[in-house]
């Protein structure tokens, strides 16, 4: 018996970047995916026991989407492999998390990628993160229906302890990055969950792909301000989408800098720019995700906060010195009261305080009598 481990992740900074060939700044969460596997079945057999979802029977040779939607990105890379002709099947599998879901925070890359460093440990094969993130990427992809770009996967794959990672996507390369030691990351969970929000998500993509064409660009990675003024004046969405993409790619380059010059005020005001841009004119936040910003960035410590991930709900993400986290952790619960009229009333917000971790990795080895049953 062994079980394998996958964390989730909090971009710093750099969002809707990844799929336009552009920078972003991930780092690997203390939260994690673990699958404990034993019970060696007969081929192309995959059994998963999830806590909090059930049960999953899944054949690796005759891909089919009778599953329920929990057990996609599972079943997703389970077929892509098979396909790649390693043998993804024979196991069986008890799945546990404690990362947030729906939160903004990665736990269907975390569960990508940990599926696939089990089939690859099973086979005796070693594949570098980049390969197994293109396989969690295409089954987010092809499988769960959402095109994402390849940042989630890349970071719960290749992270580095102790550093946050440059990703470029472009040309595919994670640079490991710390920040200063005088500060932390604080993950707030507005409490809100996306619904619905993946047509939206989708809408985002093609209108920069679109914008990209019509500039005759590969992608808005290659744009500059000056490119937008070839556009249409009746085009206002497009040029919107596109100058926070342009500006981003700036600020995330810009906020490496900063943290390799110990600026953290620099990199907070970066981060502040980015919400704003995210929130004007790229259009992916929410009034929960809008009010616990403000609440942060009014709070003792704050340098600078931001929403994190595809936006519309979950996670915001700041720059807090080290010295005073628990002063601004107070005044931030104090200060967010969201009130959500469509679902459950008041929302109470979460917040840690988060140190980059590890990538993936084998986590614990077990006696093979050990069963999961």
């Known amino acids: ?63 089919n989407h009778e599953l329920a939607e929990w057990a996609l990105p599972i079943a997703g890379v389970l077929w892509l492999l098979e396909a790649q002709g390693i043998p993804a099947g024979g196991w069986r599998g008890k799945v546990a998390s404690d990362i947030p879901a729906g939160a ?3 736990s269907s890359a975390a569960i990508e990628v940990a599926v696939a460093k089990v089939v690859l440990h099973l086979n005796g094969i070693q594949w570098a993160p980049l390969q197994v993130a293109e396989v969690g990427q ?39 990055t710390r920040l ?5 990351i604080a993950v707030m969970d507005t409490g809100t969950r996306r619904r619905l929000v993946d047509v939206a998500y989708a809408e985002r993509r093609a209108t920069c792909e679109r914008t990209a064409a019509e500039l005759g660009l590969v992608s808005l990675r290659d744009a500059t301000m000056q490119d937008l003024a070839r556009l249409s004046a009746e085009d206002q969405v497009g040029y919107q ?70 936006g519309f709900a979950g996670c915001a993400v700041a720059l807090v010195a080290s010295d005073l ?28 305080f988060c140190d980059p971790q590890a990538g993936a990795s084998l986590d614990l080895l077990l006696p093979v009598a050990s069963d999961v049953k």
């Open 1 to 63: 018996m062994f079980a394998m481990r996958a964390p989730g992740r909090v971009n710093i900074i750099g969002e809707h970047t990844d799929y336009n060939d552009g920078f972003c700044l991930p780092m690997a969460l203390p939260f994690d995916t673990v699958i404990a596997v034993s019970s060696y079945l007969e081929p192309h057999r995959v059994e998963i026991r999830s806590e909090g979802f059930g049960s999953a029977r899944i054949r690796t040779d005759k891909p």
């Open 104 to 106: 903004s925070l990665s």
């Open 138 to 176: 295409q089954a987010e992809t092809d499988f769960v229906g959402i095109p994402t770009g390849i940042m989630d996967q890349f970071i719960s794959a290749g992270a580095v302890n102790g550093h946050a990672g440059l990703l470029d996507c472009r040309e595919l390369t994670l640079t490991k």
């Open 180 to 184: 200063p030691d005088n500060v932390t």
């Open 241 to 310: 989408r596109a100058a926070h993409v342009i500006s981003e790619n700036e600020r995330t380059l810009a906020a490496v800098g900063a943290m390799e010059a110990g600026d953290t005020a620099l990199l907070g005001t970066l981060m502040n720019q980015s919400h704003d841009s995210l929130r004007d004119q790229f259009e992916v936040s929410s009034p929960a995700l809008d009010q616990i910003v403000k609440a942060a960035r009014e709070a003792p410590g704050c340098l600078g906060a931001r929403m994190t991930g595809g």
């Open 325 to 352: 986290v628990d002063q601004f952790r107070s005044q931030v619960l104090a200060s967010y009261n969201y009130l959500d009229l469509t679902h459950d009333g008041d929302r109470g917000a979460k917040i840690w």
